[in-house]
T-cell receptor, first 118, second 115 residues
Framework: AQKVTQAQTEISVVEKEDVTLDCVYE???????LFWYKQPPSGELVFLIR??????QNEISGRYSWNFQKSTSSFNFTITASQVVDSAVYFC???????????????FGKGTKLSVKP | DAGVIQSPRHEVTEMGQEVTLRCKPI?????LFWYRQTMMRGLELLIY????????DSGMPEDRFSAKMPNASFSTLKIQPSEPRDSAVYFC?????????????FGSGTRLTVV
């Protein structure tokens, strides 16, 4: 079965703190893709990053960084020097290669609500 | 590109009424997805299309829900009759093929309230 677990329901930090959002996934497929999406208070879903299962290199984009570890089936997201504008719900998601199966779709975790206070 | 366009943004309707949600995918995208977001269940896939053909509708909650994609640039999700438990945010998303998996582009969503 495919599953994404975001154990942290809510996190609250003070501006400029670093924060890490955890994501653990389950799949039996050897080829899969992992994503992070941001949902700000306005409600839209904004794509942040995509990673395929063959690329375990960590990635950094400005204040954002992602740590992909296949050994622990984790794809964690760190925001460095958080800002109030980072306040949002963040979703981790899993996509397996084939659309043909009944579960061939983007499976989301429950999300982590991040509140950054000034 | 204008992105995935959904209408209306907000819909308030009375129980028993028919509701139609609309989606225009990104031009050239050959997959279209309808998701529903609720506090209890999070984001769940309702149905998806490939080249206008429904591929998997196992997530459609019951017969009151139906979805169509008459052409590559338009899809509808219809609820008839609507019930209060259908209140949720409905997202449409589109993507290009299953080769590169660049992820889905989501619309802004339709917030449905059934009273």
């Amino acid at each position: 079965a495919q599953k994404v677990t975001q154990a942290q329901t809510e996190i609250s930090v003070v501006e400029k703190e670093d924060v890490t959002l955890d994501c653990v996934y389950e799949t039996r497929d050897t080829t899969y893709y992992l994503f992070w999406y941001k949902q700000p208070p306005s409600g839209e879903l904004v794509f942040l990053i995509r990673r395929n299962s063959f690329d375990e290199q960590n990635e950094i984009s400005g204040r954002y960084s992602w740590n992909f570890q296949k050994s622990t089936s984790s794809f964690n997201f760190t925001i460095t020097a958080s800002q109030v504008v980072d306040s949002a719900v963040y979703f981790c998601a899993l996509l397996t290669r084939d659309y043909g199966g009944s579960q061939g779709n983007l499976i989301f975790g429950k999300g982590t609500k991040l509140s950054v206070k000034p | 590109d204008a992105g995935v366009i959904q209408s209306p943004r907000h819909e308030v309707t009375e129980m028993g009424q028919e509701v139609t949600l609309r989606c225009k995918p990104i031009s050239g995208h050959d997959y279209l997805f309808w998701y529903r977001q609720t506090m209890m269940r999070g984001l769940e896939l309702l149905i998806y299309f490939n080249n206008n053909v429904p591929i998997d509708d196992s997530g459609m909650p019951e017969d009151r829900f139906s979805a169509k994609m008459p052409n590559a640039s338009f899809s509808t999700l219809k609820i008839q009759p609507s019930e209060p438990r259908d209140s949720a945010v409905y997202f449409c998303a589109s993507s290009l093929g299953n080769r590169d998996h660049y992820g889905y582009t989501f619309g802004s969503g339709t917030r449905l309230t059934v009273v």
